[in-house]
């Protein structure tokens, strides 16, 4: 009895083997995978908090760029080995995204090879001053990380020059001014901390004599870059081919370049004819019998700036937030719009002084997958030591109503809301290659969804703010086409910023030079935000009176911080599954 009881065990255990769980051995290749990613770009690892290979710095030379493909060929090649029809829903994004992460680098090597004409692409600082900034590790052990990938700085630079085939005149400006600007972090900086440091005197003045030689080769690629005899430099402008495929890899959209752009005019003209009917009413409250402006953006401006000037002092932006937050988790709570956690709490502080200057407010970390136990703070700019004119702009640029709709986007139910979600899911993957239209297009739905259900009163004043705000995102989307595929002007693409999207100069010249220097990256909160708001609406459609608003957003949430169009792919399934069993009973 005991024997047949042991080969029952025995045949259903090989049984079971031969059955292998396919999910079980793509976690063991995603496992595997990733320490063979965290080998092949040790600096990435650093920048997501996995600091074991702190001590090595990338030789971005041809090598490299060989490494980088057999790497990702032979994985391509192993996840093809894998039915994904097989997999659990997680797996099967996690799938799709190292897919696509995997074809993103064999183009980035092959066809856009930015290592040619970006120069701005060489520049060790970040990774030097992030060890000395963050206290993951004893002081000492960072210091002494420090030196040693302080000996590569020179090959590094090396490097770069042998790369460099046709740089833009953009980017190489850009290169010259972020590598000079990056000095202080290998004298001043490090100075300080290695007079904080258990070091011997020895290895201090080791590390000293290192940096200088990297400050050394630092400044020698800056003054190669300025005497770099480039004849017909070739333009900042992508092309519509390296365009459309650098959307499909970095948006992982299920909408073209082509639709994007038409949906982004369109959402421009809608939103100009409900900007002059709000302009038309609200001009009696804040203008009186005065004559209305013939022309309507002009009409739209003036009420505009006559709103924007109801704004909190530079001294109580902090309390304003701080004030704000509670009341707009209360609102979602009460309208049952979707559950918030209430025991992950954000964190809303001054900004440290070394993020200054970026942001009126927002909210930090996006997802890291080695520390999501860690603090979510709201960073809030410190303008109390501004000049009276400059902050008077900024405090009228943020005024009552930006203001709230900022909240709404970085915090509740924006940003912050959906990283609490999106920590729920255990994958490193999703973490890693967290897509930014679907973070950045829930932060722009949000604003709308909280209007749509009551929030700020239906008062003309917010929606007419409102639809200033998403102009924006509508505007840099057709911006960021036009310069890139469609040889727009610096001349039209002012015109469109501030006459057709109300903002002031200075800020339209800052977008200029932000389009000149990246692409596709501005195209990705209206890109995600019509990919969300298309997705509700085809929901509502299928669903009839069984759809629900709180289900829809806790659904949504729950996939991580993935792509837009895989999440259709699951909810429309699920969608349909329910269905199904509905009809049969
Ligand atoms: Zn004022
Ligand atoms: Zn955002």
């Known amino acids: 009895m005991k024997k047949l009881f042991l080969l029952i065990i025995i045949l259903s255990a090989t049984f079971a083997c031969e059955k292998e769980d396919p999910n079980k051995k793509f976690n063991l290749f995603k496992e595997t995978f990733i320490i063979n990613l965290w080998k092949t770009y040790p600096n990435v690892a650093s920048s997501v908090g996995y600091h074991k290979y702190d001590s090595i710095l990338t030789i971005p030379d041809k090598a490299f760029n060989d490494k980088q493909l057999k790497f990702t060929s032979e994985n391509l090649a192993e996840l093809s080995s894998f039915d994904i029809a097989n997999l659990s829903d997680d797996n099967k994004t996690d799938y799709l995204l190292i897919e696509n992460q995997l074809n993103a680098i064999q183009w980035h090597v092959k066809v856009e090879k930015l290592y040619e004409w970006d120069p701005s692409q060489y520049n060790v600082s970040s990774s030097f001053a992030e060890m000395l900034a963050n206290n993951y590790d004893s002081l000492d052990t960072r210091l002494n990380n420090f030196g040693l ?35 202080s972090i290998f004298e001043n900086e490090l100075k300080s901390a290695l007079a904080a440091s258990h070091l011997s005197e020895a290895r201090r003045q080791e590390i000293t004599d290192l940096a200088s030689v990297a400050v050394k080769a630092i400044k020698d690629y800056a003054e190669w870059l300025k005497s770099f005899d480039n004849q017909s430099p070739r333009s900042f402008r992508l092309g519509k081919d390296l365009y459309d495929k650098k959307f499909e890899f970095d948006i992982q959209s299920g909408y073209a370049v082509k639709q994007v752009y038409e949906k982004a005019i369109a959402r421009k003209i809608s939103l100009h004819n409900k900007m002059r009917e709000l302009a038309n009413q609200l001009w009696p409250k804040y203008f009186g019998s005065k004559p209305k402006p013939a022309d309507t953006l002009a009409l739209i401006k003036q009420v505009i700036d006559k709103i924007s000037l109801r704004h909190v002092s530079s001294d109580s932006l902090l309390i304003a937030i701080e004030q704000q937050i509670p009341e707009l988790a209360k609102f979602v709570t009460e309208k049952g719009l979707l559950y918030l956690d209430p025991s992950k709490p954000l964190v809303i502080r001054k900004e440290p002084d070394y993020m200054a200057g970026v942001n009126v407010a927002s909210a930090y970390p996006f997802p890291g997958p080695y520390d999501k136990s860690a603090n979510t703070y709201y960073n809030v700019a410190n303008i109390s030591g501004w000049d009276k004119a400059r902050s008077e702009s900024f405090l009228r640029e943020y005024n009552h109503y930006i203001l709230q709709l900022l909240n709404i986007h970085e915090a509740i139910p924006g940003h912050y809301v959906q990283l609490v979600y999106s920590n729920e899911s255990p994958s490193i993957i999703k973490s890693i290659w967290f897509n930014i239209a679907m973070l950045e297009g829930w932060g722009v739905y949000s604003e709308l969804m909280m209007l749509e259900n009551g929030y700020g009163n239906n008062e003309p004043e917010m929606w007419l703010m409102y639809c200033k705000w ?12 036009s310069v890139h595929t469609k040889e727009m002007s610096e001349e039209s693409a002012l015109n469109l910023l501030t006459n057709e999207a109300f903002q002031q ?10 389009v000149s220097l990246s692409s596709v990256q501005l195209c990705s909160y209206f890109t995600g935000f019509t990919e969300i708001y298309d997705l509700r609406e085809e929901l509502k459609i299928k669903q009839g009176d069984k759809f629900n608003l709180k289900d829809f957003h806790e659904k949504f949430l729950s996939y991580g911080s993935i792509p837009v169009k895989h999440i259709r792919d699951l909810m429309l399934r699920t969608s349909d599954k329910e269905n199904e069993s509905k009809g049969k009973d």
């Open 149 to 183: 990938k302080l000996i590569s700085v020179p090959a590094y630079y090396d490097a770069a020059k042998q790369m460099i085939k046709n740089p833009t005149k953009e980017h190489t400006e850009l290169a010259i001014s972020q590598n000079l600007g990056s000095i």
């Open 505 to 514: 100069e200075a800020e339209a010249k800052g977008k200029w030079r932000r």
């Open 470 to 481: 998403n102009l924006r995102t509508v505007c840099n989307t057709i911006l960021d086409i």
